[in-house]
């Protein structure tokens, strides 16, 4: 089995920044490419951000210059630093992550359950 667990959320007022985290657990031999989507109210889920096991990063024009994704491949983490955030940043925030079990071939495509991030004006 292979969870992913997110953790940072928050309310936070306009301007302000959040951290959030996402630890992979679970019988894992690789993780390759890793991203952060997030869902408003009402829409669709969208990308937000993923970095590749070689640190490769591309990001949604909306928050180009104020989010940045990171990881920790020995930790097996992933990590979204969010500044200057705005009211439509509001959303429940999902960390996703390709991952090669052990003693399996291929990779699967896993999922957090999800972190609420609430951005007041």
């Known amino acids: 089995q292979v969870q992913l667990v997110e953790s940072g959320g928050g309310l936070v007022q306009a301007g302000g920044s959040l951290r959030l985290s996402c630890a992979a657990s679970?019988?894992?031999?690789?993780?390759?490419?890793m991203g952060w989507y997030r869902q408003a109210p009402g829409k669709q889920r969208e990308l937000v951000a993923r970095?590749?096991?070689?640190?490769?990063?591309n990001y949604a024009d909306s928050v180009k210059g104020r989010f940045t994704i990171s990881r920790d491949n020995a930790k097996k983490m992933e990590f979204l630093r969010m500044n200057s955030l705005k009211p439509e940043d509001t959303g429940v925030y999902y960390c996703?992550?390709?991952?090669?079990?052990?003693?399996?071939?291929?990779?699967?495509?896993?999922w957090g359950q999800g972190t609420q991030v609430t951005v007041s004006s």
């Open positions: 679970g019988s894992i031999s690789r993780i390759n490419d």
């Open positions: 996703n992550a390709y991952v090669e079990r052990q003693y399996h071939s291929g990779f699967g495509l896993y």
């Open positions: 970095i590749t096991s070689g640190g490769y990063t």
